[in-house]
């Protein structure tokens, strides 16, 4: 997939780090940092495919977060985490983890 970036300039939105994985992919949720307010939406997006999506302000969970996955309207019981003991055959920062 071809992109027209140009890395010259800089980008739309300064974004910052959530501690949630993409439902698509497991990528790591961005977060737009610009400012518009406290009604304004937030924009968030994954760092890995590109997946993305707005939402209100203050939601527990980003909208394509691994934690909201569900199988018809019943959710699969997972949820994001902070990865306490990263290794080289585990590296990343966040994982989704079954809850019971």
Not at 29 to 48: D, K, M, W, Y
Not at 59 to 73: E, F, T
């Amino acid at each position: 997939m071809a992109h027209d970036v140009d890395f010259n300039q800089p980008a739309a939105h300064p974004w910052g780090l959530t501690d949630h994985a993409c439902s698509v992919c497991l990528g790591r949720v961005l977060v737009s940092l610009a400012t518009g307010g406290t009604e304004a939406p937030q924009i968030f997006r994954c760092s890995n495919c590109g997946a993305q999506a707005e939402a209100a302000a203050g939601l527990a969970h980003p909208p394509i977060c691994a934690c909201g996955m569900k199988v018809g309207a019943r959710a699969i019981g997972v949820q994001c985490v902070r990865n306490e003991r990263p290794r080289p055959e585990m590296p990343g920062e966040i994982l989704v983890r079954e809850i019971a």
